[in-house]
């Protein structure tokens, strides 16, 4: 019989079976997280994001020792831009936008060491990268086959940013009937007040998106 894993989360207890729970670790890349990457490009301070680097790799820990799936996805295009909307590709202040040559290579390209995940976060053999061109990490990917073939219903949530691609891709999963839990403190936006209204907005209403815990209470879980 596999272990129920029991998580103190709000609004209430996160359940899971140990054999369908995974985490997603979401664009914790350079481009997101260092200077001269795509959201500096945007007008960020790459340094609001950073604080979640060292509880998402807590986190990353105690899955792997747990034995439990871990994905990683980026969001990056390919070189020729052909996978990249124009209505994307169009936003931004400027003057450095998507594909562009940038300090860490063509901005948000697949390929390029602006688009890696951070070295202190590096994907180890064996768990899955999805390269994503949107936001939700669902759409255009083969992230729900990946899930539907190892038979993960329950989806813990780390990454950047909180209100953007975290949220949008916790979503995403909802709708496709995954239970979802994110892990407040290896999640950061650079808008602070952002990250918390997301924090709110996806547990309010009995959880109408997910649940929330920080990742001490995951780590307490998975033991
Ligand atoms: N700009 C911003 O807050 N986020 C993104 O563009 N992508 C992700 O959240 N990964």
Redesign the pocket.
Known sequence: MPVTITIDAAPYAFTASADRLALIV??MQRD?LEPGG??AS?G?DVARVRPSIAPTRRLLDGFRAAGLPVFHTR?CHLPDLSDCPPAKHGRGPGPLRIGDPGPMGRILIRGEPGADIIPELAPLPGEVVIDKPG?GAFHATSLGDELARRGISHLVFAG??TE??VQTTMREANDRGFDCLLATDATDS?FPEFKAATVAMITAQAGIVGWAAPVDAVLAGLR
Do not use: A, Q
Request: overall charge negative; aromatic content about 22%.
């Open positions: 979401i664009d997101f795509f959201g945007l960020n969001e936001k950047v940013t953007v691609c650079y």
